[in-house]
């Protein structure tokens, strides 16, 4: 549900096609419009990449994991190896652009924007073994400072048990609850089954 966003009489989709894990994979980020031929039709405004913007969201073989729509923005992390966040420009939605990107290991499945210009991800932390294959570990926490659009920044990256570490966020949106601050800082909280002990052999 987070992969669209409607920004006054447009909507903005980001999109995955392709195979993982070695494939070819095309992450997209489509302005839609309504028609002026078709009633209650829409017409593609613009494309990202395209000629003119021909950087890609993600480097080859790397999925949209994450993703937000906020105000003019859309905040995007593709995943292989390591975790590029995107800040994407769309204040003017016929040609939106990639303003800046941050890399960090693992990935965010959740992107959530707090107040001050900081953006929380939560996903997984990810290492890769001496036969290059890449393996999940525990529920990853990133707080980013992304006030500057050209030059997002980690501020912090917490990391919360070992592999086999699962968080319903991952999957439900509503998992995540806040509790705005009256005078003092605001709090979060998520349910998280955390694996502590030896690491399983699979999984």
């Known amino acids: 549900p987070l992969r669209f966003g409607e920004a006054g009489e447009y909507l903005r989709v980001a999109t995955s096609s392709g195979t993982a894990w070695g494939g070819v994979v095309t992450n997209r980020l489509s302005v839609l419009e309504p028609s002026t031929r078709v009633p209650g ?6 494309v990202l990449p395209n000629a003119r913007r021909p950087e890609p969201l993600g480097k080859p073989g790397e999925l949209l994991y994450g ?3 906020v105000g003019d923005r859309l905040y995007a992390v593709t995943f292989d190896r ?3 966040l995107y800040v994407v420009d769309l204040s003017n939605p016929l040609d939106p652009r990639i303003a800046g990107a941050v ?4 990935f965010s499945d ?3 924007p707090l107040p001050g210009g900081l953006l929380l991800g939560v996903g997984r932390d ?3 073994t001496a036969q290059g294959l890449t393996l999940f570990q525990g529920v990853q926490l990133n707080l980013f400072d992304v006030r500057d659009a050209a030059v997002p920044r980690v501020l912090q990256r917490v990391l919360v048990g070992k592999r086999g570490s699962e968080s319903a966020l991952f999957a439900h949106p509503h998992a995540y609850s806040e509790i705005a601050p009256t005078g ?3 709090r979060f909280a998520l349910p998280a089954r955390v694996h ?3 690491r399983p052999e699979s999984g």
């Open 196 to 198: 502590d002990g030896e």
């Open 82 to 84: 390591v975790d590029p």
């Open 110 to 112: 959740w992107l959530h």
């Open 67 to 69: 993703t937000r729509f």
């Open 103 to 106: 890399e960090l290991p693992g």
């Open 41 to 46: 039709l829409l017409r593609t405004a613009a």
């Open 126 to 128: 990810a290492q890769t």
């Open 184 to 186: 003092g800082n605001l």
